[in-house]
């Protein structure tokens, strides 16, 4: 069956670094605009970064210079890299695959159009 299982989250310090994972089984992986989202409490959830099938990338302003995303595509992993962390990047971290909205495109960082969700691994920066 379709299954997105993150891992890589715990606890840094600020200005630390962490890379996440995300295990693809049960679809075509290289097919699908894949997605990283994070939500904190009481905030909504945030669009990080998105790759398409040829690699092309899409990042929110909020991350950009320091999280970078990838695929392997032998592996079915997406990865997100995360650098110089602060606290305002302390949240609950996704990974999401638009399986039915075709390749990435200007919607790529907006959550709607994500279809299948891993159940989120804690990020947790500290001072």
């Known amino acids: 069956h379709v299954q997105l299982v993150e891992s890589g989250g715990g606890s840094v310090q600020t200005g630390g670094s962490l890379r996440l994972s995300c295990q693809v089984s049960?679809?075509?992986?290289?097919?699908?605009?894949m997605g990283w989202f994070r939500e904190a409490p009481g905030k909504a959830r945030e669009g990080l970064a998105a790759?398409?099938?040829?690699?092309?990338?899409s990042y929110a302003d909020s991350v950009k210079g320091r999280f970078t995303i990838s695929r392997d595509h032998a592996k079915h992993i997406l990865y997100l890299q995360m650098e110089n962390l602060n606290s305002e990047d302390t949240a609950m971290y996704y990974c999401?695959?638009?399986?039915?909205?075709?390749?990435?495109?200007?919607?790529?960082?907006?959550?709607?159009?994500?279809?299948?969700w891993g159940q989120g691994t804690q990020v947790t920066v500290s001072s």
């Open positions: 049960g679809f075509s992986f290289s097919t699908y605009c």
């Open positions: 999401a695959a638009a399986s039915k909205s075709g390749p990435c495109g200007s919607w790529s960082l907006s959550h709607s159009r994500y279809d299948v």
């Open positions: 790759i398409d099938r040829a690699g092309t990338t």
